[in-house]
Each structure stands twice: as C-alpha cells, then as structure tokens.
C-alpha cells in the first residue's frame, strides 16, 4: 500500500466512488465538458461485487453512448432467458427477445471488468 500523499486538484465536480454508477457519472460529466475527478479509497477494482449483470437497459444506454461496440469485445456470458425447474417442470422466468432494445440479453461479467 503506498503511503497517504496530499495533491491539490482543481476540478467542477468531485465524485466519491469509482463503482459502475460513480465511474459512468464522470464519464458524462466528462464527457460533457466539466473537469471531473474521481475518488476511490481502495487502490485497485479486485475484489468481490455485489452485482455482475449487466441488463438490457443498461447495454442500451451504452448504444446511445456509443461504448456498446467496445464494451461487448470484453469476456462475458449472455442470457436471452433466464430458466429454473420447478417441481421437475422448466420454468422461463425472463424472456428479453421481445425487448424494444438491440441487445436482448443479460450480459454476465465481473464488475471490476466492467
């Protein structure tokens, strides 16, 4: 762990927190001229996530960004559906195929890839 440093920065907007909705907040803020920083405590993205799924909204909004394209080259598993068995029968809990959105499907991936 390196030892505590003090920097000065001079920035619009501070945001406290590099998870997934932190670091897409900079990425607009950013994006849309402000001078941004981002402050994460832990030095690095290793470690256990709450989530790994990335919804089909959520892979929409990243079309409307133009990140899809990229952001699917990364290693993940998709679902069209999700299943279960119930009393020896299958059950389909979600079917996305008839999502108004280009990406019909769940995208599982770690979050710290993400």
């Known amino acids: 762990m390196k030892p505590f440093t003090t920097e000065i920065v001079s920035a619009d907007c501070c945001i406290v927190g ?6 897409m907040l900079g990425y607009l803020f950013a994006r849309a001229g402000l001078r941004v920083v981002v402050i994460e405590k832990h030095p690095d993205f290793l470690r256990d996530f709450r989530g790994d799924t990335i919804h089909p909204s959520t892979l929409e909004i990243m079309r409307h960004l133009g990140l899809l394209e990229e952001f699917l080259q990364l290693p993940h598993q998709r679902a069209e559906k999700l299943q279960t068995e119930v009393g020896g029968e299958q059950i389909t809990m979600a079917d996305f195929s008839r999502l108004p959105v280009q990406c019909r499907f769940i995208a599982f991936m770690p979050q710290w890839d993400f």
């Open 18 to 23: 590099a998870g997934p909705a932190g670091l």
